[in-house]
């Protein structure tokens, strides 16, 4: 079975740091590109980061940069999202997603243009 799983969801205070992983299983993530996407509250789904498929560009919302930062171990079949300087506005439903034509722009960075999406850990930021 293909899927992705997150995980390293969960409360933490602003100012604070998680680190949410992807793990792929039943396919490996090389020759695909991933996106983190949020979704908030009463919000729409919105692309936070990503690394395109050959790995050698990345992109972040602009609520995020410098903030955010994007990595993959092929050898975990995994791909992280670290988080920094957590805001009580980045609280939402983070998702990871693949796509074989993943290039971090345009409608390639979009949630319907992946092949692969997991169904996402909760991130919570609250004092």
């Known amino acids: 079975q293909l899927q992705l799983v997150e995980s390293g969801g969960g409360l933490v205070q602003p100012g604070g740091s998680l680190r949410l992983s992807c793990v792929a299983s039943?396919?490996?993530?090389?020759?695909?590109?991933i996106a983190w996407f949020r979704q908030a509250p009463g919000k729409e789904r919105e692309g936070v980061s990503c690394?395109?498929?050959?790995?050698?560009?990345?992109n972040y919302a602009e609520s995020v940069w410098g903030r955010f930062s994007i990595s993959r171990d092929n050898a975990k079949n995994t791909v992280y999202l670290q988080m920094n300087d957590l805001k009580p506005e980045d609280t939402g439903v983070y998702s990871c997603?693949?796509?074989?034509?993943?290039?971090?722009?345009?409608?390639?960075?979009?949630?319907?243009?992946?092949?692969?999406w997991g169904k996402g850990t909760l991130v919570t930021v609250s004092s």
């Open positions: 997603a693949a796509s074989s034509a993943l290039q971090c722009h345009g409608y390639s960075w979009s949630w319907d243009a992946m092949d692969y």
């Open positions: 690394l395109s498929v050959s790995g050698s560009s990345t």
């Open positions: 039943g396919f490996t993530l090389r020759g695909f590109g």
